[in-house]
């Protein structure tokens, strides 16, 4: 196929960039309002190899804030909405789909499936999200984290940080406590947002799929979330030496 799309790319990065992300092979868990955004965001910049992870179907709810959810989409499996455009944006790019929700024996068989240079946990509970952290660092791949985009609404509030330096973030704070009994207490990358949770649009779950809770959402901060960890990655690879 042409690379005429990656022109504007090519003069920002120039053809050895290009070369870098065309070579690079990234692991995408979780296709929601974050996971999806970062899916397209690699794609567009035009990296070569990725997996894309995700065992739930587009639900009526997504509708606000997630990029595969339309209404002509509702019902449909996320991993296949999304794949659907990454092959339309690049249909070079070697694309692996995982049509399901990982326990924790699936990380590891998924992440020795390739030798991933990036994992992206877009991951929203805790449980999961862990695992996904500490199989990752267990093998010395490198991994960014996104945590809790729900309950906030400032974009300028969005950083990434280590781990250890997250704040007014649940879910971080809950992930750093449980890693920290496995003596991991800092070398994650995390996406958070550090204004406080709006505590008024907590709604309790039946806890299906790890989810015990979850905040209200509003439309553009997952995909801000998914900007973030999609430029960390970009730019680790652009600085990867070869």
Not at 30 to 46: C, I, K, P, T
Not at 137 to 161: E, H, L, N, W, Y
Request: one cysteine or more; charged letters at 30%; aromatic letters at 6%.
């Amino acid at each position: 196929m042409d690379k005429y799309w990656l022109e504007r790319t090519e003069l920002l990065v120039k053809e050895e960039g290009l070369e870098k992300l065309n070579k690079a092979t990234v692991l995408v868990v979780g296709l929601g309002g974050v996971g999806s955004f970062a899916a397209e965001f690699l794609a567009r910049a035009g990296v070569g190899t990725m997996t894309i992870v995700d065992g739930d179907t587009v639900d009526i709810t997504n509708i606000n804030r997630q990029l595969p959810a339309l209404r002509s989409t509702v019902g449909k499996h996320k991993v296949e909405v999304v794949a659907e455009r990454l092959l339309d944006i690049n249909p070079d790019l070697n694309l692996t789909k995982i049509n399901e929700f990982l326990n924790p024996e699936r990380m590891d068989e998924v992440l020795d499936s390739a030798k991933f240079d990036y994992v992206l946990d877009c991951i929203d509970s805790v449980t999961p999200k862990l695992s996904l952290i500490i199989a990752a660092k267990r093998r010395r791949i490198k991994i960014v984290s996104s945590m809790g985009a729900g309950g906030k609404t400032d974009p300028s509030k969005v950083m990434v940080r280590d781990i250890s330096k997250t704040e007014h973030c649940h879910l971080a704070r809950q992930v750093r406590k449980r890693l920290k009994k496995v003596k991991i207490d800092k070398g994650v990358r995390c996406v958070f947002a550090n204004d406080i949770q709006d505590e008024d649009s907590l709604k309790m779950t039946d806890g299906t799929n790890y989810k015990r809770s979850f905040y209200g959402t509003i439309s553009y901060m997952p995909a801000i979330f998914g900007l973030y960890t999609a430029s960390e990655v970009i730019n680790h690879l652009l600085e990867k030496e070869d």
